[in-house]
């Protein structure tokens, strides 16, 4: 069977044999940041610390990943995307490896941070696929990464509590370490060996993502929306298991940690809302996606008591913000096709913040409120988004011709 290839200006292929391998990719470097959630009484118990401390350890994560977005995703504006992501790999085996041997909690955090730093590597991977991809596919493309970060989501989380029973925690880190291994032996072969086109210096380049949210009006529109739907998410996300270790219900943690698996729909949509971005453009597939989400919303505010029904709305819930996510990022991405990762980095630590003020927001939440005001306030938030959408007139459609640098530079500044 002939694979299309997907091929940038200067004549390097990506086939989708290689865009198939970058999902895999980014889900593996993602799910790097989750094995050992559903672990963490394990965790404490073998280390002789408290339940407080391991967490704490845990929240390293986070911190690392934001500070990866900032530092090491632009690096594929300047350097072969096969030598930074190899690189990026080959760390955060070295980093796993070392996790699975710490001794202390205060240990295990600093590794923590830095293989949450390493994780961003999925980030990576879509601002390869966006300066890669030709104009007419690239939210095509985007969409099949998109669907692999968003497995490594869900996976991260399964995966490591379904290991950590076989093999302990130790075991579990070291498997993801040699996987990462693998992948950055892999990446050396198959992801392109062009260098990048940046012409701005990396310090200087640090110092300007700031600054691009005030000269880029496709980037600051998008990453206000995309950081109010992702506090949403977050808050359902983080509330739900409060919610559900309560009475009426107070279910078991691994009877919560099974409802992860609504998560499924999200990245089949992910796969899917790419090929619809391409064809009618971001507007349309951001505003079906935010109205899915907050008619799931909805439900799921008076039906958590029917679990089927739950669950058919927590997966349509993620389906749409999936949706969404993939039709607002590649607008992004077209912001700059020849350097896109800086956009990238501009645009995901703003969506990241969003995210972790909905995780610390939707737990506490569910004590203040209760789960269905709760809910409201994450539809709320989600409105915002999409009147902002509906208001403003252009999202930054990809289905139109790509933009040159330069071109970009010129429309887009103000």
């Known amino acids: 069977m002939k694979t299309d290839p997907i091929q940038d200006d200067r004549g390097t292929t990506l086939r989708m044999p290689a865009v198939c391998f970058m999902a895999l990719a980014a889900a593996f470097g993602t799910a790097s940041i989750y094995p050992l959630q559903p672990a963490i009484g394990e965790v404490a118990g073998s280390l002789h610390a408290s339940l407080a401390a391991v967490g704490m350890a845990l929240a390293c994560g986070p911190f690392g990943y934001l500070a990866g977005l900032a530092l090491l995703v632009p690096l594929v504006d300047r350097f072969a995307p096969r030598t930074v992501v190899s690189a990026q790999f080959g760390a955060l085996a070295v980093t796993l490896a070392v996790s699975s041997v710490a001794g202390s909690a205060w240990l295990l955090g600093l590794v923590v941070g830095l ?3 390493g994780s961003s590597v999925g980030a990576q991977l879509s601002s390869v696929a966006g300066r890669f991809a030709e104009p007419q596919r690239q939210a095509t493309v985007l969409g099949v990464v998109t669907a692999g970060i968003s497995a490594g989501i869900l996976a991260g989380r399964i995966v490591g509590g379904w290991l950590t029973d076989l093999i302990s925690w130790r075991g579990t880190l070291f498997a993801f370490a040699v996987a990462c291994a693998a992948i950055a032996v892999t990446s050396r072969f198959v992801l392109p060996t062009v260098t990048g086109s ?7 380049t640090l110092r ?3 600054g691009l949210h005030t000269r880029y009006r496709t980037l600051r529109l998008a990453a206000g929306r995309g950081a ?9 996300w983080a509330g739900l298991p409060v919610a559900l270790s309560q009475p009426p219900f107070s279910y078991s943690p691994e009877r919560i940690g099974m409802y992860a698996f609504a998560g499924l729909l999200g ?3 992910t796969r899917i809302s790419g090929v619809w971005t391409d064809r009618v453009g971001a507007r349309r597939v951001i505003t079906s996606g935010l109205v899915l989400a907050i008619a799931a919303a909805a439900v799921l505010s008076v039906f958590l008591s029917n679990t089927v029904v739950t669950l058919i709305c927590l997966g349509l819930f993620d389906a749409g913000l999936f949706a969404a996510q993939v039709a607002n990022q590649s607008a992004v991405l077209a912001i700059d096709p020849a350097a896109p990762a800086r956009f ?8 990241f913040i969003g995210g972790s003020l909905g995780t610390a927001f939707g737990a506490a939440a569910v004590g203040w409120f209760g789960w269905p ?18 208001t403003t007139s252009r999202t930054g459609s990809t289905h139109r011709p790509a933009p040159t640098s330069t071109e970009s530079e010129k429309a887009r500044v103000g």
């Open 344 to 351: 990238n980095s501009a645009y995901m630590i703003v969506y």
């Open 267 to 269: 990245v089949v949509a």
């Open 115 to 117: 293989i949450g730093a």
């Open 228 to 236: 109010l739907w992702f506090f949403a998410f977050c808050t359902i």
């Open 373 to 390: 005001t709760t809910t409201a306030l994450a539809a709320m938030a989600i409105a915002i988004a999409m009147a902002i959408t509906l």
């Open 198 to 204: 940046a012409t701005m210096g990396y310090l200087a």
């Open 208 to 210: 300007g993502l700031p």
